[in-house]
């Protein structure tokens, strides 16, 4: 059984409300998932995210697992190849990794969600995608 409710949004309806000029008319509430009421769901902004850092967590694995398989050169940025030396793969892909996904989130919170579902695209394709090939023909 449905209750129903109504929802008041400005318009030219109905009297004033109290000391306020705006006035105000109701419209009954309608159900969820109904053609009228938006569907309740997760944001595009909050897929991107979570699709961005599945990405970054992906390609961590996938570097670490190419590293121990291939070794320090096989990593294209110089500076984590050479982070990699001093401090091993492990601990440099963690940092890199965080730090990715910390500058993910302030995207997020900046609602620039377009940059980051390009981002994501982006990544896929130059980062997950050629250590897939790399490892699968291994």
Same mark, same amino acid.
């Given at each position: 059984?449905i209750?129903?409710?109504?929802?008041?949004?400005?318009?030219?309806?109905?009297?004033?409300?109290?000391?306020?000029?705006?006035?105000?008319? !109701?419209?009954?509430?309608?159900? &969820?998932?109904?053609v #009228? %009421?938006?569907?309740?769901?997760?944001?595009? /902004?909050? @897929?991107?995210?979570?699709?961005?850092?599945?990405?970054?967590a992906?390609?961590?694995l996938?570097?670490?697992?190419?590293?121990?398989?291939?070794g320090?050169?096989?990593?294209?940025?110089?500076?984590?190849a050479?982070?990699? !030396?001093?401090?091993?793969?492990? &601990?440099?892909?963690? #940092? %890199?990794k965080?730090?990715?996904?910390?500058? /993910?989130? @302030?995207?997020?919170?900046?609602?620039?969600?377009?940059?980051?579902?390009?981002?994501?695209?982006?990544?896929?394709?130059?980062?997950v995608?050629?250590w897939?090939?790399?490892?699968t023909?291994?």
């Amino acid at each position: 059984m449905i209750r129903q409710t109504s929802v008041a949004v400005p318009g030219p309806a109905d009297g004033p409300v109290r000391g306020n000029s705006q006035r105000f008319r !109701t419209f009954p509430a309608v159900r &969820p998932g109904s053609v #009228v %009421a938006p569907a309740a769901g997760v944001s595009f /902004g909050r @897929v991107t995210l979570a699709l961005f850092v599945v990405c970054q967590a992906t390609d961590g694995l996938l570097t670490y697992f190419a590293v121990s398989a291939f070794g320090h050169g096989v990593e294209g940025n110089p500076i984590l190849a050479t982070w990699m !030396t001093l401090a091993g793969a492990g &601990p440099t892909l963690l #940092v %890199a990794k965080l730090g990715a996904c910390a500058c /993910g989130l @302030v995207l997020y919170a900046r609602g620039t969600h377009r940059a980051l579902a390009t981002l994501t695209a982006m990544y896929l394709l130059v980062a997950v995608a050629p250590w897939l090939y790399l490892l699968t023909i291994r």
